[in-house]
């Protein structure tokens, strides 16, 4: 599954907000009990999409391991009808009894069944919900139609079911829908007949290999698809049928990451087609459903010829994530969901590779750097987890969807692919695959494969970043002779934190950069001597792979500073400027010696390094600088970057991707840090241009201009927002002009916003970024915080399974102890499902904001000083 995040105009103010939980007492188990196990589900459905309702007749193939007269499985939402089961010749009624809090059903017999095999005839009736999960409503203002979501715990709400990722089994599928529907499952349609009544047609595919629960898929409606091919296998692009013209990128997207993967892995794609589905209605990014991949709209959907570079990217990155899943994840599965990280990591890693190589002009290594600083940062504040850890309720499992399953799971394996070699790690990933296909999994599993084909120790490097949370920082001292002493403790972001009691030791590779290739060298103590090889420069973290933080000495950190242009490729130049960050923030350095850097870096020709510089600015402004301070940085800001924007102005129109997108940086950074009224008026008139036609700006620039101008935007502009919102077809322009709205710092027009949100006029998948765009600004913060205060009814309604904790996590932009008390006394009385931890992610999140501004506003005012006294 693709998480959906909003994609703000700063890195920080992604960072700050990305969830990372702290580890919370254990719950009561729910696991099944292993004495029963799955062998084959026969489903027919029925769904009745204006009473949203289903009727169900379930044949369950199982064996059972040992006698019993009692079965136990999962359901939930779900009134049996009637329940039998036979065992050699003999049919038994079977009663049902409840667990509502476990979502457990159990079928009680009279008589004891044999072990061997027994089948379970079910009939029952369900809902199809509107709460995003389970079999569910996705609503048009045209339509109804009937989807699903079942990772992680829900497909029990479609029907009884073994709903655990261990207990794979095969699927034959029937749905009976209306003559005019068609529907979408797993695997291929064999036959489409009329009946059993007048009015339907009953529509069934092939048989699925041996899969989990959570991956089985159906969909019903009038869905139409645009189509491909790739090494044999169909593939289509399936939407409404007022948007399925939109799909064709998804498409080539799709053709050329399915050819990569069939090489990378060595092994072909596993199913007889591929379908991708764009559900008007959806909470993730995306649903990796085996040989049916479904897509929130925005994720899938663009038109090419107004759709900005940012969109095109997120397009292709969730298609070959979700299709990555299709071998890792769904042929072979993690076995319980403590290794979710096995699945969502890997293709987190993996989704970038065909990317890049599809469209190497679209830098994606430097997207892979910036997306490493902001799990490093996230993963170095005192509330954080290891990477496996406890799940065993539905509660428990759903939090396990954050930025440390993600993003450490993925920079994790990106950092032992370097150190053994792409090969060679693919080589491991093939062994792993080829192992355990359709069956299930542990991390033991995946680094014992790497370690037998690489003969280098990944099993303990991997144990150490699995099972150890946070970040090591690793100190150097100067070189001497070929070496260099280093010492390796926990990382923190406060400077405030205590090292845990019990020292942290990790098995590290570490990558000097050399006068060849980078040399990598192992560290597995807590300090160790380490021989470099011969460089130019001192730099310990070649190719930016490390997960990890570096300290060095005095003279070499300057070094490397007044290099950083020259000797240090653009990822390089993004991890050293994050790591200079986040050396600030934990006490190890001034603000001022950040900004003397971000200075150096202004006219860097890579978008992404200087989007890194302007999210720490941004930062800076948001979480360090008093309300005088704001306006000297926003001085220093236009002085700074006002010529690089001027000289990018000045190149000719048919200029390269990479300068439009630099373009938009500079411009962004002048409009919302440097406050400059030429380009706010600017932007103004963009989004005028934008709003009378979508086609008559560059691409690039639309998020930017539109953010801008709706900041200092007035009521007619909210007005024209709203109404292109609501009018236009296509997911990119009517998300880019809806959230828009959030961005007003006119508080009665912000207040209008979230009245909006929380309408019911905003599908509930949209309606909680109101708030969390709100939140992230110093300036519509306060107004947002009031709102959901005073109307905490109308926004709690709004919050789905997943979104309750993104709601909960943003109020951490606060930095007094005042608004602190307030944000933990508020929701400890308002509790929000599923988001304790993340109530915990705010409350440090603050407390480090209180720390880092006592520490380093004075060293702001003064240096901010001498800068306009220089400058005069």
């Known amino acids: 599954m693709h998480r959906r995040v909003i994609k703000l105009d700063f890195s920080f103010l992604c960072v700050a907000m990305l969830a990372i939980f702290a580890c919370v007492p254990s719950a009561r188990a729910q696991h099944l009990p292993k004495n029963v196990v799955p062998v084959h589900y026969s489903l027919t459905l029925a769904p009745d999409l204006k009473a949203a309702t289903v009727t169900g007749d379930e044949t369950l193939d199982v064996s059972l391991q040992q006698p019993t007269d009692a079965i136990t499985l999962n359901a939930a939402e779900i009134t049996f009808l009637q329940a039998t089961i036979t065992a050699q010749g003999s049919t038994q009624a079977a009663s049902v009894t409840l667990d509502a809090a476990k979502e457990q059903a159990t079928f009680h017999l009279a008589h004891a069944l044999p072990a061997g095999s027994a089948s379970i005839h079910i009939l029952y009736t369900g809902i199809l919900n509107s709460e995003l999960r389970g079999f569910y409503l996705s609503k048009t203002a045209r339509r109804n139609y009937a989807v699903t979501q079942f990772e992680p715990t829900d497909a029990r709400r479609a029907f009884p079911s073994f709903d655990e990722p261990e207990f794979k089994a095969t699927y034959s599928t029937h749905l009976i829908v209306d003559t005019g529907d068609t529907a979408i499952s797993n695997t291929n349609i064999v036959h489409d007949v009329p009946g059993p009544v007048a009015g339907k047609h009953t529509i069934t595919f092939a048989t699925t290999p041996k899969m989990s629960t959570y991956l089985v898929a159906f969909l019903v409606g009038d869905f139409q698809c645009v189509s491909g091919e790739s090494d044999g296998v169909p593939i289509r692009a399936c939407a409404t049928p007022d948007k399925v013209q939109m799909g064709r990128f998804a498409v080539q997207a799709a053709e050329f990451v399915l050819h990569y993967y069939d090489h990378y892995f060595g092994i072909k794609y596993p199913m007889p087609k591929l379908d991708m589905i764009a559900i008007p209605d959806f909470e993730a990014g995306a649903m990796e459903n085996f040989g049916a991949i479904t897509y929130r709209e925005t994720d899938f959907l663009i038109d090419e010829k107004t759709a900005p570079l940012a969109a095109k990217k997120r397009v292709a990155i969730v298609v070959a994530h979700e299709m990555a899943h299709q071998w890792f994840g769904d042929m072979v599965t993690m076995q319980w969901w403590d290794n979710l990280w096995l699945n969502e990591g890997f293709a987190t890693w993996m989704e970038s590779k065909p990317v890049a190589a599809w469209h190497p002009e679209w830098k994606q290594p430097q997207d892979d750097a910036l997306d490493l600083d902001s799990i490093l940062n996230l993963d170095a504040g005192r509330v954080t987890r290891t990477i496996r850890a406890q799940a065993d309720t539905p509660a428990q499992i759903n939090e396990m969807f954050d930025g440390i399953t993600y993003q450490k799971g993925g920079a994790v394996l990106a950092m032992v692919e370097n150190y053994l070699g792409e090969e060679t790690f693919r080589r491991g990933v093939h062994k792993y695959l080829l192992a355990h296909m359709y069956g299930n999994a542990t991390a033991e599993d995946f680094w014992n494969a790497q370690t037998a084909v690489s003969h280098k120790p990944v099993n303990k490097i991997m144990q150490s970043f699995v099972a150890l949370p946070g970040v090591p920082l690793l100190r150097f001292t100067a070189p001497v002779q070929g070496t260099t002493q280093v010492k390796q403790q926990r990382f923190f972001l406060s400077s405030g934190a205590q090292q845990p009691a019990q020292a942290q030791l990790w098995t590290i590779p570490v990558c000097f950069q050399s006068s060849r290739k980078p040399k990598c060298k192992l560290l597995d103590a807590a300090q160790q001597t380490l021989r470099i090889p011969a460089a130019n420069l001192f730099f310990a973290d070649a190719g930016d792979k490390g997960y990890y933080r570096t300290l060095y000495a005095p003279a070499d950190n300057q070094a490397i500073t ?140 639309v998020r930017p201009a539109i953010a801008l101008a709706a900041a200092n935007g007035d009521a007619k502009l909210f007005a024209q927002l709203l109404a292109l919102s609501q009018s236009s077809g296509n997911p990119e322009v009517q998300t880019t002009a809806l959230f828009a709205l959030a961005r007003f710092h006119n508080p009665a027009l912000l207040r209008r916003a979230l009245d909006y949100a929380t309408s019911g006029k905003v599908r509930n998948q949209d309606a909680v970024f109101f708030f969390v765009i709100a939140l992230q600004d110093r300036d519509t913060r306060p107004v947002a915080w009031q709102y959901i205060q005073d109307h905490w009814d109308k926004v709690h309604a709004e919050l789905t399974t997943m979104m309750g904790a993104r709601l909960v996590t943003s109020t951490g932009g606060f930095c007094t102890e005042q608004k602190r008390a307030e944000v933990q006394g508020f929701f400890a009385s308002h509790p929000v499902m599923a988001a304790e931890r993340a109530g915990h992610i705010a409350s440090d999140s603050i407390e480090e904001c209180v720390q880092l501004r006592a520490a380093q506003q004075p060293n702001l005012h003064a240096w901010l000083v001498q800068q306009a006294a220089a400058a005069q």
Do not use: C
Not at 575 to 597: E, K
Not at 616 to 637: E, Y
């Open 562 to 701: 007044d290099n950083i242009e020259t000797a240090l490729t653009p990822v390089e130049r993004i991890g050293f400027a994050g790591n200079a960050w986040a050396l600030m923030r934990s006490g190890h350095s001034s603000v001022a010696d950040y900004m003397n850097l971000a200075a150096r870096l202004k006219d860097d020709s890579n978008a992404a390094v200087v989007l890194n510089v302007a999210g720490a600015l941004q930062a800076v402004g948001d979480r360090i600088a008093s309300s005088d301070d704001r306006a000297r940085l926003a001085a220093w800001v236009r002085a700074q970057f006002g010529p690089a924007y001027a000289r990018q102005q000045a190149l000719p129109p048919a200029d390269s991707q990479e300068q439009r997108q630099l373009r938009a940086t500079l411009f962004t950074v002048l409009g919302i840090l440097g406050h400059d009224p030429q380009i706010i008026a600017e932007a103004q008139s963009l989004t005028q241009r934008y709003i009378h036609d979508p086609a008559s700006i560059d691409p690039s620039m």
